[in-house]
C-alpha cells in the first residue's frame, strides 16, 4: 500500500533510517513479530510526508536513525528504541512491555505508539534547529516544515505563526504543491475555527492557494483534499458534486491517514457523521502528527455530537480543551 502512495515528499526534508526491529530469540513467532513490527513502523513513518523514512541495514547517514530490539522471556515481550539525531546524540528512548497471548493488540499498539513518540521527537528537534538559522538563512524547505511541525498550532496565533512561515516557503519556491497544500491546510483551518479576523490579508488567498494547488497537483495526489476542504470553508453549497469528489479521492486512497482526517471534517460540515466515523475509525491509528492528533480528537467528539451521543461527545471534547484551551 504505501508503494502505491503518491506522497511526492519535497528533496531538503529530514531522513529517518529504520533498523530493522532485531531480536535474539530463536522461536518463529518472536521473529514474525518482529518483522510485522518493522513493517508496521516503515508503513506508519512513511505516511508522514514532512521526512522521508525507509528500512535500511546499511552504514550510517547523515539523517535521524532509530534502532529497536524486541526481547522475549516465555510469553512476556519488551520492546527497546532508540532514537538518534544526525550527529548521534540520542534524544529519545522508549520501552513497552507486552505478551504473546495478546500479540496482534500489542503489535498495532506499540508501532502506533512508537511512530507518534518518534514523530514527535523529530519534529521537536528539526523545529529547535531551525529556529536556530537567522531568517534569512532559512531554506524554503526549512520554512515549510516550521510552518506545520510546530507544536504551537493550537491557537490564532500560532495558525498565524504558521501562515507567515509558509509563506515565505512559497515565496522561496512559488512552484512547490507541497508547500501550497501545507499553507492550504493552514488558512482552512483557521477559517474553519473563526479567525478570519485575526490573521489578516491570509484569509483573502484562499482561492489563489487553491488554485495553485489545482495546477501543480495530480488528480491522484492526496493533496487534493484540501481543494474538497476549501470549498466546504468557502461556502460551496454544491453539496452533491463535494460528496462525489470525496469519495473518488477516498476511493483512489483509502488509507491515506492526511487525506483521511480532511475528510473527515468535510463530512462532518456536510452533516454526515457516519462517514466522518469511517474514516476516523479507518484512520484511528495513523493520526499522530501535532496538531493533526488533537483535530482528530475533536472530530470524534464532533461526530459524537450529531449522532446525539452527548455523554461521549462530552467526554472527548473536554480531553480536546484540556489539550489545547485556546
Keep these: 500500500v504505501a508503494g502505491q502512495m503518491p506522497t511526492r515528499k519535497p528533496a531538503g526534508f529530514p531522513d529517518l533510517i529504520i533498523r530493522p526491529v532485531h531480536t535474539t530469540d530463536p522461536r518463529p513467532d518472536v521473529q514474525d513479530l518482529a518483522n510485522a513490527l518493522t513493517g508496521d513502523l516503515a508503513l506508519l513513518l512513511d505516511a508522514v510526508r514532512d521526512y522521508s523514512a525507509r528500512v535500511s541495514q546499511g552504514p550510517q547517514s547523515d539523517g535521524y536513525e532509530m534502532k529497536t530490539t524486541l526481547r522475549a522471556s516465555g510469553e512476556r515481550l519488551r520492546l ?29 499498539e506499540t508501532a502506533a505508539n512508537l511512530a507518534a513518540r518518534v514523530t514527535s521527537a523529530v519534529f521537536k528537534q528539526e ?41 515565505r516557503a512559497l515565496d522561496l519556491d512559488p512552484e512547490n504543491g507541497f508547500f501550497y497544500a501545507r ?18 490579508d491570509y484569509a483573502d488567498r484562499l482561492e489563489d492557494w487553491a488554485a495553485q494547488l489545482d495546477r501543480l497537483e495530480s488528480p491522484q495526489s492526496p493533496a487534493r483534499i484540501l481543494l474538497v476542504w476549501s470549498q466546504i470553508v468557502g461556502d460551496e453549497s454544491d453539496t452533491d458534486r463535494i460528496r462525489a469528489e470525496i469519495g473518488a479521492l477516498t476511493r483512489h486512497l483509502p488509507f491515506d491517514p492526511e487525506l483521511l482526517f480532511w475528510a473527515a471534517w468535510v463530512h462532518l460540515y456536510l452533516g454526515d457523521p457516519v462517514a466522518a466515523f469511517e474514516c476516523i475509525n479507518r484512520n484511528r491509528s495513523a493520526v499522530f502528527l501535532q496538531p493533526i492528533d488533537v483535530g482528530s480528537l475533536a472530530q470524534e467528539g464532533f461526530a459524537y455530537l450529531q449522532l446525539g451521543q452527548f455523554d461521549r461527545a462530552l467526554a472527548v471534547l473536554e480531553k480536546c480543551y484540556g489539550i489545547a484551551p485556546n
Excluded: C
Design 127 to 167: 523545529v529547535d534547529r531551525i529556529r536556530a538559522i537567522p531568517e534569512d538563512k532559512r531554506s524554503a524547505e526549512q520554512w515549510a516544515f516550521y510552518g506545520f511541525a510546530s507544536p504551537t498550532w493550537l491557537d490564532w496565533e500560532g495558525h498565524l505563526g504558521a501562515l507567515g512561515s509558509l509563506d
Design 80 to 108: 527497546e528504541a532508540r532514537l538518534s539525531a544526525p550527529d548521534g546524540v540520542m534524544i529519545d528512548a522508549f520501552k513497552m512491555n507486552g505478551d504473546l497471548s495478546d500479540v496482534f493488540d500489542w503489535q498495532d
Design 183 to 200: 499553507a492550504l491546510a493552514a488558512l482552512t483551518s483557521a477559517l474553519g475555527l473563526g479567525y478570519r479576523d485575526k490573521i489578516g
